[in-house]
């Protein structure tokens, strides 16, 4: 096995979930959930935790079975599937190799339980070994291995069998921030040079938006957004995946239309939000509305659609830029991310705005899934 020679994975397949419901005694874990991941595609479930993204990973792998709903490979349906017999790699949190076996042997496991011949397992697991960065490791123990190293045998495990799918929940979670970043970046080389189809879980949407091609932002056990990195970021389609997909400024307020296309939101503090509405399916006066930290524009005086003074509360140095927060003559509060070359220093009042066409406005309330009898 190595990246040249699986550059595009021959048996690369369709995963798709189909209504899937499931429930822990009384906690309704999954409500209704489909989601289909096209062939070699690499996609994440995002959300934070009991939000039912392991869950819903568990039931793909056949190591849960829904209470409901079906699960597809290809064009087969393995919902009643034993685990075993999909063909799918699964890498876990805590890496599950057996402490008792060498690296050399972890790797072979799933080959010698196919009971392939002994030279093909042992050229197999070489080149895995290779594909990895971990030539050379094969006689040692995971107890010998860093984090990064034990991580990366269990990737060359799932993986040395030719899956048609891989599945990893969180592999990451526990390494420091350094070197979680470097093997993000390996991840998503090796599964783009393999081809393999790819759901992984994280609750790090910084992880989510190096690795993935689309993004699925679960949260109350629905998926409430799926769609690329920019996508989910510049596009939420509601507050939830705003609120919890990088930083923002929200309001709540009541919505004057002023036109077709624009409208004013007006806060229980009495703030006045212009905001623009093409594109928005707001079918309720009563809305929220976000702008990122990025978008502020502040102590520049451009005039603006939203136009406010401010006091500089407090001012963070982050490195690459400084994090403000703001304080308005209603009460409201706002962050704001400001270049680090910036003059505003704290205590100063300054003024801040930002153009119509940056806010999202969204319906506030949801409808459920209606749960199967």
């Known amino acids: 096995?190595?990246?040249?020679?699986?550059?595009?994975?021959?048996?690369?397949?369709?995963?798709?979930?189909?209504?899937?419901?499931?429930?822990?005694?009384?906690f309704v874990a999954l409500q209704g959930v489909s989601l289909e991941v096209p062939p070699g595609e690499f996609v994440t479930l995002l959300g934070p935790s009991g939000s039912g993204k392991t869950t819903l990973l568990r039931i793909i792998s056949g190591l849960l079975r829904p209470r409901s709903g079906q699960i597809f490979i290809g064009k087969a349906d393995v919902t009643r599937l034993p685990a075993d017999k999909r063909e799918i790699g699964f890498v876990f949190q805590n890496y599950a190799l057996f402490p008792h076996l060498t690296v050399f042997e972890n790797v072979a496991f799933a080959l010698r339980l196919r009971r392939l011949p002994r030279q093909e397992v042992r050229d197999r697991v070489l080149q895995a070994l290779r594909t990895v960065y971990l030539e050379g490791f094969g006689p040692r123990y995971p107890a010998q291995l860093s984090g990064g190293q034990q991580q990366r045998v269990a990737v060359a495990r799932a993986m040395i069998f030719n899956p048609t799918v891989l599945l990893m929940d969180e592999p990451l979670g526990s390494l420091d921030k350094r070197l979680r970043e470097q093997l993000q970046l390996e991840l998503r080389r090796l599964q783009r040079a393999l081809g393999i189809t790819t759901i992984y879980v994280t609750h790090d949407q910084d992880e989510a938006?190096?690795?993935?091609?689309?993004?699925?932002?679960?949260?109350?056990?629905?998926?409430?957004?799926?769609?690329?990195?920019?996508?989910?970021?510049?596009?939420p389609a509601n507050a939830f995946v705003a609120h919890f997909v990088g930083d923002l400024n929200y309001f709540e307020g009541d919505l004057s239309r002023t036109s077709d296309d624009h409208g004013s939101v007006c806060t229980e503090r009495g703030l006045e939000l212009s905001v623009e509405l093409s594109g928005s399916k707001v079918g309720t006066t009563r809305v929220g509305c976000g702008i990122r930290p990025e978008k502020l524009q502040v102590g520049l005086g451009a005039a603006t659609?939203?136009?406010?003074r401010a006091k500089v509360r407090t001012l963070t140095f982050r490195g690459s830029h400084y994090w403000a927060d703001l304080l308005l003559a209603t009460g409201d509060t706002l962050i704001a991310r400001l270049p680090?070359?910036?003059?505003?220093?704290?205590?100063?009042e300054v003024p801040v705005g930002w153009n119509a066409n940056q806010m999202r406005v969204f319906g506030l309330g949801k409808t459920s899934p209606t749960e199967p009898t």
Do not use: K
């Open 305 to 308: 659609d939203n136009s406010f």
């Open 340 to 348: 680090d070359t910036s003059a505003v220093r704290e205590g100063d």
């Open 209 to 235: 938006f190096t690795m993935s091609d689309r993004i699925a932002v679960m949260g109350g056990g629905v998926v409430h957004q799926l769609g690329s990195p920019e996508a989910i970021y510049r596009e």
């Open 1 to 26: 096995m190595n990246a040249d020679s699986l550059a595009h994975h021959p048996r690369a397949v369709a995963v798709r979930a189909a209504d899937v419901w499931h429930s822990f005694g009384d």
